[in-house]
DNA sequence: AATATATATGAATATTTGCTCATATGTACT
DNA sequence: AGTACATATGAGCAAATATTCATATATATT
């Protein structure tokens, strides 16, 4: 076994690398775990899913509330569907986007709850 | 008051908006949530995160853990410090970091939970 | 004081990202 | 078929970001 040793005998804590190594979860949990935060990492999406907790609305209505041009709304809710937080309906030419499931709500709840602390 | 009339009869709903804009939280939380997501928003940061759910680790540790420069993990350390997700103590030369409550834990479950799903 | 070590910090750089503008797609209506 | 409208998409650009490298700071040891 290769010996750890790159810093002095109290730096590196050889035991406590190797125990938090064997629990890590995967390389690819990381990054999905870290593409559904940065997803939700912008203050143009955070309004817009914000503003779908409240009722379904269409890109129209998004772009109205949250003062975004409707390109720019059309653009981040293709990330967010892309990661399955938004889903739509079409109804004639309009497409009513509404939030995929409860997991944003209870996200935004305890992000909340961290921020406002 | 001023009708909202920017897209036909269909389009814009004046009532949703209206009752939308009302729920709305301010500009400033929605920025502070975006900043606190866009902090998990990364896989390095998440991988210290993670290596910090398991015990308090110095730089050292966390840099071999996760495989990245220390330099590196010491600036995104600084992120997690500023947006008071971790703390750390002092023991001499090394700095012991470890999760500053357990809303990080929390938020990581609620991610994970949609992200295997 | 001088040296070594653990970490922090600043500058520089390459990549990513969010927006705008122009254009394309899909649906409804005539 | 042709027009209008709601939304999507692609290219281009400015701003933000993560890393590396060099240097600074703080603590311990001699």
Redesign the pocket.
């Known amino acids: 076994m290769v010996e750890f040793d790159?810093?002095?005998?109290?730096?590196?804590h050889e035991e406590a690398v190797k125990a938090v190594k064997e629990v890590l979860f995967s390389e690819d949990v990381a990054i999905s775990l870290a593409?559904l935060f940065?997803?939700l990492?912008?203050?143009?999406?955070v309004k817009i899913l914000f503003s779908l907790m409240t009722r379904e609305?269409?890109?129209?209505?998004?772009?109205a509330v949250i003062g975004?041009?409707?390109?720019?709304?059309?653009?981040?809710?293709?990330?967010l569907?892309t990661l399955r937080l938004v889903k739509?309906r079409?109804?004639?030419?309009?497409?009513?986007?509404s939030l995929a499931d409860d997991h944003v709500e209870k996200l935004f709840i305890q992000g909340l709850e961290h921020v406002t602390e």
């Open positions: 790159r810093c002095g005998i109290n730096c590196i593409e940065k997803a990492g912008d203050p143009t999406r609305l269409c890109v129209c209505d998004i772009s975004a041009s409707e390109s720019a709304v059309s653009h981040q809710l293709k990330i569907r739509y079409r109804d004639g030419k309009i497409l009513y986007y």
